[in-house]
């Protein structure tokens, strides 16, 4: 009497018959979990752990290379596009002007989420109340750089990102370019609340825009580019900024000085130590940022109670 042999089947699929087997674990494998390898075959589990051994490529500031596909810049122009197209539906939901918010007006959400330096505001009957981010409405530092006056204000800083988003985004990669986009913003709005005048409302893209021109220069120069063609640029978006009126000045320029300074911690930093020095320098920003905030709204406190 002879015992019966029992062919072998795949790991992964045990109603099929086999004999090849993976040269690394020696496990069997059917056609379906074979991937070619130098000599013979692997099964879908050795080849996952062979990638995780294999260093992944990385930008020149140390950035994934999936910012090639521009997915953030895309993410960010969908989120300032949605924003003022909700509050076109809120402002037709109320009855409001459609055509006054296409053209610059403000909306609901610019009450609730723009940058406004003062501690007070005016209401119909004359009386004053406490209001904005000195009255602890610390978000909207956060959330005016995705609010717009009007669909030419949109559209301007939404090109601008569009070009130089998927520029950084691809020599930063994904997560750096983000933080950048959204540091600079907050930069922006925090010197429009530290120098800006008290009374009156201030939104939009444009600190993160003109960070991104501070942050391109220095990138640039690290890559060895030539800058001219952004300079040239540059100088005329601030002849812009201070020959128009009822443009945010402090906030176009607190976003470039951001921007400037977060540009030359991402290209200085050393490769053996560049993420702890990258993200030591972004959270030094903020902190200085969160210090000029305490500052700015005890003083403005304080000149209200003198008042009071």
């Known amino acids: 009497m002879t015992d019966e042999q029992v062919a072998p089947v795949c790991y992964r ?19 379906n979990c074979m991937n ?15 990638r995780k051994s294999i260093r992944q490529p990385r930008t020149a500031f140390g950035g994934s290379m999936r910012g090639h596909a521009g997915m953030v810049t895309k993410a960010l122009i969908g989120v300032n596009v949605g924003v003022f197209l909700i509050g076109l539906v809120m402002t037709a939901f109320m009855g409001g002007p459609i055509v006054d918010v296409i053209m610059g007006a403000p909306t609901e959400l610019h009450i609730y989420g723009a940058v406004y330096p003062g501690p007070l505001v005016a209401m119909t009957d004359g009386s004053f109340m406490p209001f904005g981010i ?35 985004e691809r020599d930063l990669g994904p997560a750096r370019f983000l933080a950048l986009y959204l540091v600079c913003g907050i930069g922006g709005n925090v010197a429009t609340y530290l120098f800006a005048a008290e009374y009156g409302f201030s939104a ?42 009822n443009i945010s000045i402090t906030g176009h320029l607190g976003g470039l000085v951001t921007g400037l300074a977060l540009g030359w911690a991402l290209s200085a930093a050393p490769k053996e ?15 200085l940022f969160a210090a000029a905030v305490v500052w700015r709204t005890g003083a403005l406190i304080d000149a209200v109670s003198v008042l009071a």
Not at 36 to 50: D, I, L, R, T
Not at 136 to 148: K, N
């Open 134 to 168: 000195a009255n602890g409405e610390y978000h909207r530092l956060f959330t005016a750089m995705f609010l717009h006056y009007g669909i030419i204000h949109l559209a301007f800083n939404m090109y601008v990102l569009w070009i130089f988003g998927r520029f950084l």
């Open 204 to 245: 939009g893209a444009s600190g993160s825009i003109f960070g991104l021109f501070g942050a391109v220069l220095l990138i640039n120069r690290k890559l060895s580019r030539d800058n001219s063609g952004i300079y040239v640029l540059l100088g005329l978006n601030l002849v812009i900024t201070f020959m128009v009126p």
């Open 273 to 287: 130590s560049r993420n702890m020095v990258q993200i030591s320098a972004f959270v030094a920003t903020l902190a």
């Open 13 to 31: 699929h045990p109603r099929t018959e086999t004999y090849v087997r993976c040269v690394r674990c020696d496990r069997p494998i059917c056609p």
């Open 36 to 50: 070619q390898a130098s000599v013979g075959f692997q099964c879908p589990e050795c080849v996952a752990e062979g």
